[in-house]
């Protein structure tokens, strides 16, 4: 399978090397050029097939062309090493919960795939370690540490703004030593971006080490989250609920909500899609007017959504030849104030006994609201509400429980490399390694 860039002026790509390169040279992301639809004895039998076989049938659908089968399936049944269940919320509306990975979020699932097959290229390719360098401002260093630790042949350095980031957050990638190597900058986000961005650009540095990013909008980390969407068909269809499916996704830069439109694309019969939002709500307004009008973010509960220019929204046009209406016809969007998310929680807490996080508050909100009576819903839970405890409390007026794994990271000892925010420092540690 070739890859092209959505702004047309980069030469198409292997998936090596759109793996690698993550973005194109024009600075457009990477399409596959086909989507394959998947045989109708597929969709009629899933219902008794396990989450980790219907991944690899789709797997071989995107990645079947470029990776020998045996290798393709480790890789997807060593990634899926936790279950996306559906859990029922109201009758008609149930939360498919992708909270029970490493980080207790659904970047896992894209981080974990990317970390394999970026590892299965580099095997091919001599075996000289890879290089991954990523900024967080908190759960994106978290999925990608954790989705790599271990993963022979590959280093992260996680670079992360000095005491700006939660402790729960912190602790997810400062504690886990192997091949991880936290870098604590004394500077904002923005510093830690600006220092990634210099490395890749710096000739000397890499002479001495490949690099690599493993930005979200990777297509090794978006398109794997099409597995679980069909996961949630399959399930509901063994529920008896998978008539006239609607999938709300809580949504910030789009990449999520982009893996469920491939899937329907591919045959899976998801009737429509909700995309909702914070109080970021570009794409809702783009909805209603045809008019995109990116602006700067806004702070929100939902923050892993607070995005002002969804950078997936260029594989949604593409998607669909640009044409409005087309993509109107299967998304609607939906919009949530900060109180209305709050209110969401408490509502649904006390009236379904079911605890969620500010972002799938968002989701539930728009199926409460935009179901109609011959509908069924689901909604992707995208993080465990413990991941907000604080703001979940308040919200709900109760305590909540903190998983195991994640009382575990808790306890681990911080290990961190400190750093001016300049970048000979940030060099000269990195030639040094
Ligand atoms: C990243 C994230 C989102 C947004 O996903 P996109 O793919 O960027 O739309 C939603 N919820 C949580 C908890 C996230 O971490």
New binding site residues.
Partial sequence: MRYYSTNHKAPTASLAEAVVNGLAGDRGLYMPERIVPLPEEFFTNMAQMTFADIACTVADAFFGDDIEQGELHRIVRDTLAFDCPVVPVTDSIYSLELFHGPTL???DVGARFMARLLRHFSKADNGETVNVLVATSG?TGSAVANGFLGVEGIHVYVLYPKGKVSKIQECQFTTLGHNITAIEVDGVFDDCQALVKSAFMDTELNRHMKLTSAN?INVARFLPQAFYYFNAYARMKELGKADNLVVCV????????TAGLFAREMGLPIKRFIAANNANDVFYQYLQTGNYAPKPSIQTIAN??D?GDPSNFARILELYGHDHAAIKAVICGATYSDDSIRETMKTCHDSFGYVL?P?GACAFRALSEGLADDENGVFLE??HPAKFKETVENAIGQKIGIPARLAEFMKGEKQSVQLGKDFCGFKSFLMSE
């Fill in positions: 979020a659904f970047k759960d979200s809580p949504s910030g830069n789009f990449g999520n909500i892993a959504m995005v996080d972002h995208t993080a």
